[in-house]
């Protein structure tokens, strides 16, 4: 089983592992099918899932309201973690003309709303701002959360892709404490380990989540000198360490990081999850650790 992480010191508690649902559409399951696969990592452990009103062009949240909907006491074993501000054009959004940010109050009140129904449930354990926008008027943000919170639609808030400044100005708004920011770490881009991202993070005590820890299948076919060195290097790790498979090194390597990142899982294989979980078994030493950085970098340390 994994542990059971509190995610900041006024925060949630939170499954080591997340299962990431943005590929839901695409995964072709039935309702039934769907609410097997929650069922089946919940019993392993990965309680926590991590959504976004866009995902899937806007229909994900659905396809998990309908499933939660055959079985409702699932909904209180597990944590929901949903997103919003980005406004996508689409058949569903034909008046729109390009995709755009929105932080404004309406807009994030509504977007609440709407995945509300969408997902089948009454509150949302944690929302985040998807994207950082130019345009955010962090008093405004700041009183939309606060009434969300007051009227029982979302326990906390916590931001993604944000920098540490954009963190900082939300923060010194709100009256309850950001809990996560969601960033991308993988070894071909893992900049939030030194633009200060996740120095900040590991100074409020609080977890980031991390998205696209596979590097979204690059690594898997490497195009790019960059990934075939990185993709030679985590081969020999795994090794070394006895691991059933590269993604399980890349996981651990994530996992080694100071701030101490929930890993986002993205497979919707009830196998893939398994050997990721297992991934907890293994501790990369810093020179394992550093051995990626350099394949990815293409030079050694300063």
């Not at 769907?34 to 990965?46: M, N, P, S």
């Not at 606060?146 to 009227?151: A, Y």
């Not at 916590?158 to 954009?166: A, D, E, I, K, P």
Request: proline letters at 4%; charged letters at 25%; aromatic letters at 8%.
């Amino acid at each position: 089983m994994l542990n059971r992480v509190q995610i900041a010191p006024q925060g949630p508690e939170f499954s080591e592992l997340v299962q990431g649902y943005w590929r839901l559409a695409d995964w072709g399951m039935t309702p039934k099918q769907r609410l097997d696969f929650l069922k089946q990592h919940i019993a392993l452990g990965v309680t926590t899932v991590d959504h976004a009103d866009i995902y899937g062009n806007y229909e994900c949240e659905q396809l998990f309201g309908e499933a939660l909907a055959l079985d409702k006491s699932v909904r209180t074993e597990i944590e929901i973690v949903t997103k919003c501000d980005i406004n996508l054009c689409g058949d569903k959004t034909p008046d729109r003309k390009v995709n755009h940010y929105d932080t404004s109050a309406a807009h994030i009140y509504q977007s609440v709303n709407n995945s509300l129904q969408r997902l089948n449930v009454d509150e949302i354990d944690v929302l985040l701002i998807h994207r950082p926008d130019v345009l955010m008027d962090a008093d405004e943000v700041a009183e939309v959360f606060q009434e969300l919170h007051k009227v029982g639609k979302v326990k906390h808030f916590g931001v993604s892709n944000f920098s540490t400044h954009q963190f900082d100005l939300l923060q010194s708004r709100l009256s309850k404490p950001l809990v996560t920011n969601q960033v991308e770490i993988n070894p071909l881009n893992f900049e939030v380990a030194h633009d200060g991202t996740l120095d900040q993070l590991q100074k409020l005590r609080v977890n980031p989540m991390a998205w696209s820890c596979l590097a979204g299948g690059a690594l898997f076919n490497p195009s790019t000198e960059q990934a075939k060195r990185v993709m030679a290097e985590l081969e020999e790790i795994r090794a070394e360490l006895g691991a059933q498979s590269v993604d399980q090194v890349i996981y651990a390597w994530v996992r080694r990081l100071p701030s101490n990142p929930l890993a986002i899982i993205g497979s919707g294989k009830i196998e893939r999850v398994e050997a990721a979980i297992k991934s907890t078994q293994y501790e990369l030493t810093r020179e394992q650790w550093y051995r990626v950085w350099i394949a990815s970098k293409g030079h050694g340390v300063p």
